[in-house]
């Protein structure tokens, strides 16, 4: 009960900051935002809701794909909604943190050791921060130029081409070389602290086992998994390129799209890190303040991002909910 009352806390807080967020961006650019919302095509909100879902079907072939390595067999279904419930937790906690643990616990509550559960999990997530990290670099170029030398938004841009820099290779070692953690335990001296080692040694060692296994017997597959990530990635620019498209008057160019992804990409590890569900408010606000700065338009690009939003974030969240309550009700082992 306590569980689901901290989840409806997320889930409201959620959808307060972003209504706040929303309406000081409607204040500062002296637009109306219902009026806006009513040129919002229905359609194009299912669009791209169906665009994004399209990424839990891909990533559940991921997983599939590679639990099939260690010998594991989770029905598709369960698969589906790990991924779904993973969005939905890492959407309504702080940092965007819930996501990953629950469905590490997910896949070991299926049967999946541990060690291979957290491996699958984090390696999907440091492939994801590399991708992010690489598509940032090759697209820096675009998008600081259309940035025309601004001051905020340049600043912005770079901070979050350092942070993933930084980030990413604090992550990859620490997760490479676990005996840091050691190290660290070691250094604080608590006798409970002192208990947890030797089941930390143990854990440590199965994992170094499994993450050996993946990636230096299995590296066709890690690449087959980077490739679907990639393409997870590309539905998620494109919701939002196709609703600037749509929206904002962009040209449906292929050099327009690459400015779109790498914005994203390099905005996301920025917006994730700040203390709010999900980066409620924080995503609405910085990709306004970017995208408005690199396509010269205020009222389309709002609208496109405030429709964007709702389809991959607020319906996400409905989804999540929808799922969790059907699976509670009528389905027991999933």
């Given at each position: 009960m306590k569980?689901?009352y901290?989840?409806a806390i997320g ?6 900051i ?5 309406v000081?961006?409607?204040?500062f650019y002296?637009?109306?935002i ?11 909100i ?9 990424g839990?079907?891909v990533?559940?072939?991921?997983y599939s794909?590679i ?15 790990n991924?779904?419930?993973?969005l939905f937790?890492?959407?309504?906690t702080?940092?965007a943190a819930?996501g990953q643990?629950y ?6 509550k299926?049967?999946?050791d541990?060690?291979?559960?957290t491996?699958i999990v984090?390696?999907?997530f440091?492939?994801?921060?590399f ?14 130029s259309?940035l025309n030398g601004t ?9 979050g081409l ?8 604090i992550?990859l070692?620490v997760?490479?070389?676990s005996?840091?953690i ?5 250094f ?11 089941k ?6 199965n994992?170094k086992k ?6 230096n017997?299995k590296?066709h597959?890690?690449f087959?998994d980077?490739?679907l ?12 390129f196709?609703l600037?498209?749509k929206?904002a008057n962009l040209?449906n ?11 994203m ?5 920025v917006v994730y890190?700040?203390?709010t ?6 995503i ?8 408005s700065s690199?396509l010269?338009?205020?009222n389309?690009v709002f609208?496109a991002?405030?429709g964007?939003r709702?389809?991959?974030y607020y319906?996400q969240?409905?989804l ?9 009700a009528?389905l027991k082992?999933?």
């Amino acid at each position: 009960m306590k569980k689901e009352y901290k989840n409806a806390i997320g889930v409201i807080s959620s959808i307060i900051i972003g209504i706040f967020v929303i309406v000081f961006i409607e204040n500062f650019y002296k637009t109306n935002i219902l009026k806006e919302i009513q040129r919002i095509n229905l359609n194009d909100i299912i669009i791209v809701f169906f665009i994004y879902f399209m990424g839990y079907i891909v990533d559940s072939i991921r997983y599939s794909i590679i639990i099939k390595q260690f010998g594991g067999k989770i029905n598709f279904f369960s698969l589906f909604y790990n991924n779904v419930m993973g969005l939905f937790f890492s959407s309504i906690t702080p940092f965007a943190a819930g996501g990953q643990p629950y469905q590490i616990y997910h896949l070991n509550k299926h049967g999946l050791d541990i060690e291979h559960s957290t491996n699958i999990v984090v390696s999907r997530f440091i492939t994801a921060m590399f991708l992010n990290l690489i598509i940032a670099f090759i697209s820096y170029k675009k998008v600081i130029s259309s940035l025309n030398g601004t001051g905020v938004e340049s600043a912005l841009i770079n901070l979050g081409l350092f942070i993933s820099s930084l980030i990413t290779i604090i992550i990859l070692v620490v997760f490479i070389n676990s005996d840091i953690i050691m190290q660290i335990l070691n250094f604080l001296k608590f006798k409970k602290i002192n208990k947890l080692k030797n089941k930390y040694i143990k854990w440590s060692n199965n994992l170094k086992k499994s993450i050996a296994f993946l990636w230096n017997e299995k590296t066709h597959i890690m690449f087959l998994d980077i490739f679907l990530n990639l393409f997870v990635l590309s539905l998620q620019a494109y919701s939002l390129f196709y609703l600037f498209v749509k929206y904002a008057n962009l040209s449906n160019n292929i050099d327009n799209f690459f400015i779109v992804f790498g914005s994203m990409m390099l905005l996301n590890m920025v917006v994730y890190y700040i203390p709010t569900p999900g980066a409620s408010g924080t995503i609405e606000a910085s990709y306004q303040l970017i995208f408005s700065s690199i396509l010269k338009i205020q009222n389309g690009v709002f609208l496109a991002i405030i429709g964007w939003r709702f389809a991959t974030y607020y319906m996400q969240i409905i989804l999540g909910i929808m799922m969790r309550v059907f699976v509670k009700a009528f389905l027991k082992d999933v």
